[in-house]
Protein backbone atom coordinates (compact mmCIF):
# COMPACT_ATOMS: atom_id res chain seq x y z
CA UNK A 1 0.00 0.00 0.00
CA UNK A 2 1.35 3.20 -0.74
CA UNK A 3 1.26 6.00 1.38
CA UNK A 4 3.35 9.57 1.91
CA UNK A 5 3.57 11.34 4.97
CA UNK A 6 4.72 14.66 5.48
CA UNK A 7 5.72 16.65 8.62
CA UNK A 8 8.04 19.81 8.88
CA UNK A 9 5.41 22.05 8.74
CA UNK A 10 5.04 24.99 11.42
CA UNK A 11 4.45 28.63 12.26
CA UNK A 12 7.03 31.16 11.30
CA UNK A 13 7.32 34.89 10.81
CA UNK A 14 8.16 36.41 7.34
CA UNK A 15 11.19 36.19 5.69
CA UNK A 16 11.48 32.90 7.62
CA UNK A 17 12.67 29.52 6.45
CA UNK A 18 11.46 25.71 6.71
CA UNK A 19 11.56 22.52 5.55
CA UNK A 20 9.11 20.09 4.79
CA UNK A 21 9.62 16.55 4.29
CA UNK A 22 7.64 13.44 2.69
CA UNK A 23 8.58 9.94 3.51
CA UNK A 24 6.58 7.50 0.70
CA UNK A 25 6.30 3.78 1.08
CA UNK A 26 4.60 0.83 -0.83
CA UNK A 27 6.01 1.78 -4.38
CA UNK A 28 9.32 1.95 -6.38
CA UNK A 29 10.55 5.45 -5.33
CA UNK A 30 12.93 6.27 -7.79
CA UNK A 31 11.06 5.96 -10.98
CA UNK A 32 8.22 8.07 -9.80
CA UNK A 33 7.53 11.65 -10.57
CA UNK A 34 6.42 12.81 -6.51
CA UNK A 35 5.15 16.91 -5.38
CA UNK A 36 4.26 19.42 -3.23
CA UNK A 37 0.75 20.54 -3.55
CA UNK A 38 -0.99 23.15 -1.11
CA UNK A 39 -4.33 24.75 -0.34
CA UNK A 40 -5.20 27.66 1.63
CA UNK A 41 -8.38 27.75 3.17
CA UNK A 42 -11.46 28.75 0.62
CA UNK A 43 -8.51 28.31 -2.46
CA UNK A 44 -8.29 25.57 -4.99
CA UNK A 45 -5.33 23.53 -4.42
CA UNK A 46 -2.47 24.25 -6.76
CA UNK A 47 0.77 22.08 -7.62
CA UNK A 48 4.05 23.93 -5.76
CA UNK A 49 6.96 22.01 -7.67
CA UNK A 50 7.30 18.10 -8.73
CA UNK A 51 10.45 16.46 -9.42
CA UNK A 52 10.59 13.59 -12.01
CA UNK A 53 12.47 9.96 -11.91
CA UNK A 54 15.40 12.17 -13.81
CA UNK A 55 15.40 14.90 -11.82
CA UNK A 56 14.35 16.96 -13.28
CA UNK A 57 12.11 20.08 -11.30
CA UNK A 58 9.59 22.06 -11.88
CA UNK A 59 8.44 24.89 -9.80
CA UNK A 60 5.37 26.88 -9.38
CA UNK A 61 6.06 31.20 -10.51
CA UNK A 62 4.94 32.01 -7.33
CA UNK A 63 7.81 30.02 -5.88
CA UNK A 64 10.69 30.27 -8.33
CA UNK A 65 13.75 31.25 -6.52
CA UNK A 66 12.13 30.71 -2.79
CA UNK A 67 11.69 26.95 -2.63
CA UNK A 68 13.70 24.19 -3.58
CA UNK A 69 13.07 20.44 -4.30
CA UNK A 70 15.38 17.88 -3.58
CA UNK A 71 14.66 13.53 -2.86
CA UNK A 72 16.49 10.98 -1.06
CA UNK A 73 16.43 7.81 -2.97
CA UNK A 74 17.75 5.66 -0.27
CA UNK A 75 15.49 7.21 2.69
CA UNK A 76 12.23 7.30 0.13
CA UNK A 77 11.74 11.34 1.50
CA UNK A 78 11.23 13.86 -0.58
CA UNK A 79 12.21 17.59 0.83
CA UNK A 80 10.77 20.82 -0.13
CA UNK A 81 12.91 23.95 1.24
CA UNK A 82 11.17 27.40 1.82
CA UNK A 83 12.85 30.46 2.21
CA UNK A 84 12.40 33.93 2.42
CA UNK A 85 8.56 33.11 3.14
CA UNK A 86 5.72 35.14 2.62
CA UNK A 87 2.06 35.42 4.43
CA UNK A 88 0.85 33.98 0.98
CA UNK A 89 2.48 30.94 1.32
CA UNK A 90 0.28 29.81 4.53
CA UNK A 91 -1.47 26.62 3.57
CA UNK A 92 -2.03 22.75 4.18
CA UNK A 93 1.57 21.36 2.25
CA UNK A 94 0.47 17.83 0.74
CA UNK A 95 2.76 15.79 -1.34
CA UNK A 96 1.93 12.92 -3.71
CA UNK A 97 2.92 10.45 -6.59
CA UNK A 98 2.18 11.04 -10.37
CA UNK A 99 0.23 7.73 -11.50
CA UNK A 100 0.25 8.40 -14.94
CA UNK A 101 4.27 7.31 -15.85
CA UNK A 102 5.47 10.63 -15.54
CA UNK A 103 3.84 11.94 -18.52
CA UNK A 104 2.15 14.64 -16.61
CA UNK A 105 5.07 15.40 -14.14
CA UNK A 106 5.89 19.36 -15.65
CA UNK A 107 2.31 20.19 -15.02
CA UNK A 108 1.94 20.48 -11.26
CA UNK A 109 -1.65 19.60 -11.87
CA UNK A 110 -2.99 17.69 -8.61
CA UNK A 111 -5.76 15.48 -11.46
CA UNK A 112 -2.77 13.32 -12.42
CA UNK A 113 -1.64 12.56 -9.12
CA UNK A 114 -2.84 9.96 -6.04
CA UNK A 115 -1.73 9.04 -2.43
CA UNK A 116 -2.25 11.93 -0.86
CA UNK A 117 -0.69 12.20 2.34
CA UNK A 118 -2.54 13.82 5.36
CA UNK A 119 -0.45 17.24 4.96
CA UNK A 120 1.40 19.44 6.96
CA UNK A 121 0.59 23.03 8.03
CA UNK A 122 2.84 26.16 7.00
CA UNK A 123 1.80 29.74 8.50
CA UNK A 124 3.31 32.20 7.78
CA UNK A 125 2.95 35.53 9.85
CA UNK A 126 3.88 39.30 8.42
Known amino acids: QTQMVESGGDSVQAGGSLRLSCVASGYIYSRACVGWFRQAPGKEREGVAT???????YYADSVKGRFTLSQDNVKNTLYLEMNTLKPEDTAMYYC????????????????????WGQGTQVTVSS
Open 96 to 115: AVEIYGGSYCHTLQGTYFSY
Open 51 to 57: ISSSDST
